[in-house]
Nanobody, 119 residues
Framework: QVQLVDAGGGLVQPGGSLRLSCTAS????????MGWYRQAPGKQRELVAI???????NYADSVKGRFTISRDNAKNTVYLQMNSLKPEDTAVYYC?????????????WGQGTQVTVSS
């Protein structure tokens, strides 16, 4: 029922920056956490960063110190600021939201946005 729209990907050179955004459609249920996963060709989807409604964050070791996740709870929006991008960051990035509907926790996914880091 909840729709996620993620955007902001593109082509950048190594060392460049991108800012991804993801907005969840309005819901009366609790958004417990929002975050980003990524998947490169031939690789498994992996967690990049998450942020809870209370502001707790967690990052993959590979992006710590380079990526920053933030959110605007009023807008149901999460952002991922990506700095010092490396070619190995190239992947499709998917927004994720964990929403408690009644007592049931449900995962929702955005359509994905392509991030390509290349010189």
């Amino acid at each position: 029922q909840v729709q996620l729209v993620d955007a902001g990907g593109g082509l950048v050179q190594p060392g460049g920056s991108l800012r991804l955004s993801c907005t969840a459609s309005k819901t009366i249920f609790t958004i417990d956490a929002m975050g980003w996963y990524r998947q490169a060709p031939g690789k498994q989807r992996e967690l990049v960063a998450i942020i809870t409604a209370g502001g707790t964050t967690n990052y993959a070791d590979s992006v710590k110190g380079r990526f920053t996740i933030s959110r605007d709870n009023a807008k149901n929006t999460v952002y991922l600021q990506m700095n010092s991008l490396k070619p190995e960051d190239t992947a499709v990035y998917y927004c994720n939201a964990k929403i408690t509907e009644l007592v049931y926790l449900t995962d929702y996914w955005g359509q994905g946005t392509q991030v390509t880091v290349s010189s």
